[in-house]
């Protein structure tokens, strides 16, 4: 498995911009696709972006494609989710997620077998 620690989150004005990082440790992080997902109050969680082991295959939420941008650097052992133009709606706790073996990107929860603690995002005026 993968232990996973997300930083970034804030409170950030509608329009604005932040950057999640996700640092990993463990030897299966160069051989896991990557997931974002988050979760409002209230709402079940959900998909938001994937990137394949490689770093060159992505998968995005509709919600969210072309505002969020899902990279990594397997070098440093880290996934990023650069997150643009935000609105209220994108306001939630957001996780990062590790599928071991997975060789494409999935929007699966169940795929995902180690998560991070999460960070809080909060789009507010």
């Known amino acids: 498995q993968v232990q996973l620690v997300e930083t970034g989150g804030g409170l950030v004005q509608p329009g604005g911009s932040l950057r999640l990082s996700c640092a990993a440790s463990g030897r299966a992080f160069s051989n896991s696709a990557m997931g974002w997902f988050r979760q409002a109050p209230g709402k079940e969680r959900e998909f938001v972006a994937a990137?394949?082991?490689?770093?060159?295959?992505?998968d995005y939420a509709d919600s969210v494609k072309g505002r969020f941008t899902i990279s990594r650097d397997n070098a440093k052992n880290t996934v990023y989710l650069q997150m643009n133009s935000l609105k209220p709606e994108d306001t939630a706790v957001y996780y990062c997620a590790a599928a071991s073996g997975v060789t494409g990107t999935t929007r699966r929860s169940t795929w995902y077998d180690s998560w991070g603690q999460g960070t809080q995002v909060t789009v507010s005026s």
């Open positions: 990137v394949t082991w490689s770093g060159r295959g992505f």
